[in-house]
């Protein structure tokens, strides 16, 4: 399966399906966004650090990451979630910290995330936003569709 992901416009399709809510963060300290090109998508690995909890309420594979690229020393990663140190991260929910409203339980720090260090949040959102797509149906279409032993698909970044 070959997803695209438009870092200027936050999109991403996997195979005929989007454009869903996706980023990439970055500006701030070392981290920026996953640079343009064409990646294989590895098979699940566990997340580098232990995501938070709360993200069990939205995504029963939210534990389930995908490393960008075959190499076992790769730090970037295609995930669900709302804080993206650089990997391509797919929205959990939509949220936006300028519109007053409180997001969901378990998630109280974004509000602060985003004027801390907004470039982790991938703001600002884009004018025209897209749907959250649902990270369990993702992870379903990408073990369908083994790409060969290593890898579930491929990434084109532009």
């Known amino acids: 399966m070959v997803m695209r992901f438009n870092r200027k416009n ?20 070392p981290y920026i966004p996953v640079s343009p090109g064409t990646y ?14 709360a ?7 939210y534990k389930m990451w995908f490393r960008i690229g075959i190499e ?6 295609l995930h669900t979630g ?5 990997c391509v991260t797919v929205r959990t929910f939509d949220y936006d910290p300028n519109s007053g409203k409180a997001p969901p339980i378990g998630f109280a720090d974004l509000a602060q995330e985003a004027k801390d260090r907004p470039g982790l ?20 279409e990408l073990i369908l569709r083994r790409y060969n032993d290593q ?3 491929q990434l084109v970044v532009t």
């Open 10 to 29: 936050q999109t991403i399709y996997f195979g005929p399906h989007g454009p869903y809510n996706a980023f990439s963060g970055g500006g701030h300290g």
């Open 40 to 53: 294989l998508l590895a098979i699940p690995s566990h997340p580098p650090s232990k995501p938070r909890a």
């Open 55 to 61: 993200y069990k309420a939205h995504a029963r594979f």
């Open 72 to 77: 076992t020393s790769g730090t970037r990663f």
């Open 82 to 86: 709302m804080i993206s140190e650089g």
């Open 121 to 140: 949040l991938g703001l600002p959102l884009p004018k025209e936003p897209q749907l959250t797509v649902d990270w369990d149906d993702m992870v379903d």
């Open 151 to 153: 890898a579930v698909g």
